[in-house]
């Protein structure tokens, strides 16, 4: 079984600083990629940040150079170090992981329980 457990959301003021961490679980799970969605009521969830085996990370326009994510491959966790936040970070944040399950040599994806950020003026 393969969870994420997501931490460190919560309320901060415009112009400050936030950040998030997901914890994988599961031996059997090679992770290829993992990274941050986050989504509005409404709205489509949306691609943050994301990092991969090699370290190459992506990151949507909008939080570049205010977002940064990172990777411990040996504690399975993710970061989101988020600065010089704005009202319209405001949102739910999922992590996701995506890899190989080992036991079924199959790709699969796996998703946080979310985590809320919520930016005020």
């Known amino acids: 079984q393969v969870q994420l457990v997501e931490s460190g959301g919560g309320l901060v003021q415009a112009g400050g600083s936030l950040g998030l961490a997901c914890a994988a679980s599961?031996?059997?799970?090679?992770?290829?990629?993992i990274g941050w969605y986050r989504q509005v009521p409404g709205k489509q969830r949306e691609l943050v940040a994301t990092?991969?085996?090699?370290?190459?990370?992506n990151y949507i326009a909008s939080v570049v150079g205010r977002f940064t994510i990172s990777r411990d491959k040996d504690k399975n966790t993710v970061y989101l170090q988020m600065n010089s936040l704005k009202l319209e970070d405001t949102a739910v944040y999922y992590c996701c992981a995506d890899g190989v399950l080992l036991t079924t040599q199959t790709q699969r994806t796996y998703w946080g329980q979310g985590t809320m950020v919520t930016v005020s003026s």
């Open positions: 990092i991969d085996e090699n370290d190459e990370t």
């Open positions: 599961g031996s059997t799970f090679s992770i290829t990629r």
